[in-house]
């Protein structure tokens, strides 16, 4: 045996460009082999969860109050001393530093009242709203990560400041919907698109018949709300054929190779497009309601939303998500703040007691709460004319219904409204609360991706079981 020939030498160490392709070239056509089999040769268990997900209902694992959650978002941050958290420590300092504060107290020029047996205090801007207040339980203590809009938006949606499932998309995946002819996760938007956008409806990682159906409802027409909801050449019947011949390729597919989950989810979407076709138009069409009831709700884009939110709980539709911003008050509170209030005033209101009628109250748990709250000073961009500056601190969030304790309050802030200060609420206790509510374990609803579990809370999380009736 030659020992030279098995030494290493200084040349083998140097390859010329024809040489390192002629070595390498193999190794390309492994990776565009490994392109074609796509997840299934990297990730065969995330692969086989898809494939069983479904829309079916489920019965949760624990005791449930509620099944059924209307999220309305106040997005842009309401000023929670403005209207439900008084503040008259506040009033007494206006107009002069506080400690601490880097600023200038700003009382809030709004009245505040007690209202109903609990004698809670309601701002004069929620007048409807404040006659309701034994059912309501109102969390002063709430406080979040970061005051900037978008992500503060986004984290309250999906419990995270990264790409994650929206708080919907969970409850969805852990108890399915009640209706196979209707998505099961809606989202109601008076026009574009939110800060943070599709994030805030996403399903992300779990399966994709998970993600929330976002709807336009400030379109003019029905047609418009829910586009390419009918298809204007192919009659039903014909689509049905369609979908069933479509359905036995797929069967042949699956025997003879492997089922597909991609595939599988895209068939799921078709059959839910073509049940929409009757069931969806139906559900949005307002026209259908009395005289009486959308004079309930009021002529407006948020009582429209808030009548189709009840059209859709009613409908079996397990979460809805009403998208009801314009909170964003830096400057002109005083004007800006009665007039936006008023917009949601009278449909929620109206909302809470149509569903008492129907008897889905109790099963419907409601939250009202914006992504942060506001500072008890006074915004230096306000000029003569002032609002608040963004708080992540303190704000409020208000729950009914659904298994909760109405006539209450709930935590406290301090005597300016600055910080929260007592039984404190994270935006992660709040949806492990949820959660809850709807009979599961935040730390036992989880979903395997990339090796590991996630879940809606990430690591924390506490219930609060106070709030619970």
Request: aromatic share 8%; charged share 25%; proline share 6%.
């Amino acid at each position: 045996m030659n020992q030279d020939e098995h030494s290493a030498h200084l040349e083998d160490h140097f390859l010329t460009r024809r040489q390192f392709l002629q070595r390498a070239g193999m190794g390309f056509g492994a990776l565009s082999l490994a392109a074609m089999f796509g997840n299934e040769l990297f990730a065969p268990a995330a692969n086989a969860m898809e494939a069983e997900a479904t829309l079916l209902p489920k019965a949760p694992p624990l005791p449930a109050k509620a099944k059924h959650v209307v999220h309305i978002f106040a997005q842009g941050a309401p000023s929670h001393v403005d209207t439900w958290d008084p503040k008259p420590a506040l009033s007494k300092m206006d107009g002069q530093e506080i400690p601490g504060q880097n600023g200038v107290a700003m009382g809030s020029p709004f009245k505040f009242e007690k209202k109903g047996k609990s004698g809670i205090e309601v701002s004069e801007v929620f007048p409807q709203m404040g006659e309701l207040v034994d059912d309501l339980c109102v969390v002063r203590s709430m406080y979040t990560d970061i005051p900037a809009h978008e992500v503060a938006t986004v984290m309250m949606n999906t419990g995270s400041r990264l790409v994650r499932p929206s708080v919907g998309s969970w409850v969805l995946y852990g108890l399915g919907t009640e209706n196979q002819n209707m998505p099961g996760f809606i989202s109601l938007r008076p026009g574009g698109a939110p800060p943070g956008g599709t994030a805030n409806w996403q399903s992300a990682f779990l399966p994709g018949i998970y993600q929330g159906v976002s709807i336009n409802t400030k379109v003019p027409t029905l047609n418009m709300l829910i586009e390419n909801i009918r298809n204007p050449v192919t009659p039903l019947p014909e689509q049905r054929r369609q979908l069933d011949l479509v359905h036995k390729l797929n069967e042949i597919h699956s025997q003879n190779l492997q089922k597909d989950a991609q595939l599988e989810s895209r068939l799921e979407a078709y059959e839910m497009a073509f049940r929409m076709q009757t069931e969806a138009t139906d559900a949005f069409d307002l026209n259908k309601e009395p005289q009486s009831m959308r004079e309930m709700y009021g002529r407006s884009a948020q009582g429209n939303q808030m009548l189709i939110a009840r059209r859709l709980i009613e409908r079996g539709v397990r979460f809805v998500q009403v998208w009801a911003g314009g909170w964003d008050h830096h400057q002109d509170l005083e004007e800006k703040l009665p007039d936006r209030a008023k917009d949601i005033d009278q449909p929620l209101a109206a909302f809470i007691k149509d569903l008492k009628q129907r008897g889905l109250f109790d099963e419907t748990l409601i939250v009202w709460g914006g992504e942060f709250g506001r500072k008890p000073t006074r915004d230096r961009n306000g000029g003569d004319n002032p609002g608040r500056d963004h708080n992540s601190k303190a704000f409020t969030t208000v729950l009914a219904g659904g298994g909760v304790r109405g006539g209450m309050t709930y935590g406290k802030t301090d005597d300016f409204g600055a910080a929260s200060i007592e039984n404190k609420v994270h935006v992660h206790d709040l949806h492990a609360t949820i959660l809850a509510l709807l009979g599961f374990d935040h730390k036992k609803l989880t979903y395997r991706y990339n090796g590991r579990d996630f879940r809606l809370t990430e690591t924390s999380g506490e219930i609060v079981k106070a709030v619970f009736a």
